[in-house]
């Protein structure tokens, strides 16, 4: 697609249920981060993968937190047993890695609004 | 430690006056350098970016930022500002990794008044 696309946009749960969030990259970008923006915070990063490999997961923060992507394609960012904590904004972005395309730069999809109630 | 600290959280102005957001970082690696803009109700995009040569960089929207070596800054500045320009602003930084994990700053919220 032309841009990064997440869904669901908005999802309202009740604490203690299992929400799964989607990210679909840029066509062509192997790397894909996962963020996390609490309200009136900064992004906290999450994960990383380089095409479906996670070499660094080191901002999860618990192991109700996990993340999975097919191929160099969607990921999914699954929270077990939500908390009233877990309520934010959650941010996917791609990138290319290939030399001659790579300048830094992340594209951002427009986030997944979670509230835990 | 590496860190990335945004020193204003909210900056009001009035409309064609001169803004300047501040960004400093920590880092005993190389580094580049960015700056993102997110527009209530939208993503995040990319404003500008140092990753090496001119230490002045333009951008999008009339913004620039300059990077200091020596004090660890990156601060965005732009000579006169619209009502158009309010939103939240990010700095990031890649600390000399190979894969280019993001770190952002707080946030400083622009507010533009007429």
């Known amino acids: 697609g032309a841009g990064v696309s997440q869904s669901p946009s908005n999802k309202v749960t009740e604490k203690g249920k299992d929400v799964e969030l989607r990210c679909d990259p840029i066509?062509?970008?192997?790397?894909l981060y996962w963020y996390r923006q609490r309200l009136g915070q900064g992004l906290e990063f999450l994960i990383y993968f380089q095409g479906n490999s996670a070499p660094d997961k080191s901002g999860l923060p618990s192991d109700r937190f996990s993340a999975e992507r097919t191929g160099e394609s969607v990921s999914t960012l699954t929270i077990q047993r939500t908390q009233q904590e877990d309520s934010a904004v959650y941010l996917c972005?791609?990138?290319?890695?290939?030399?001659?395309?790579?300048?830094?730069?992340?594209?951002f999809g427009e986030g997944s609004r979670l509230t835990v109630l | 430690a590496q860190s990335v600290t945004q020193l204003d959280s909210q900056v009001p102005v009035f409309e064609e006056a001169p803004v300047e957001l501040r960004c400093n970082y920590s880092s005993s690696v190389s580094v580049y350098l960015f700056w993102y803009v997110q527009y209530p109700n939208q993503g995040l995009q990319l404003l500008l970016k140092y990753l090496s040569g001119s230490t002045l960089v333009k951008g999008i929207n009339g913004f620039e930022a300059e990077f200091n070596k020596s004090q660890t800054s990156f601060h965005l500045r732009k000579p006169s500002v619209h009502i158009s320009d309010t939103a939240e602003y990010f700095c990031?930084?890649?600390?000399?990794?190979?894969?280019?994990?993001?770190?952002f700053g707080q946030g400083t919220i622009l507010t533009v008044h007429p």
């Open positions: 972005a791609s990138r290319y890695t290939l030399a001659g395309k790579n300048t830094g730069e992340l594209f």
């Open positions: 990031a930084v890649s600390f000399g990794t190979s894969y280019g994990k993001l770190t």
């Open positions: 066509s062509g970008h192997t790397a």
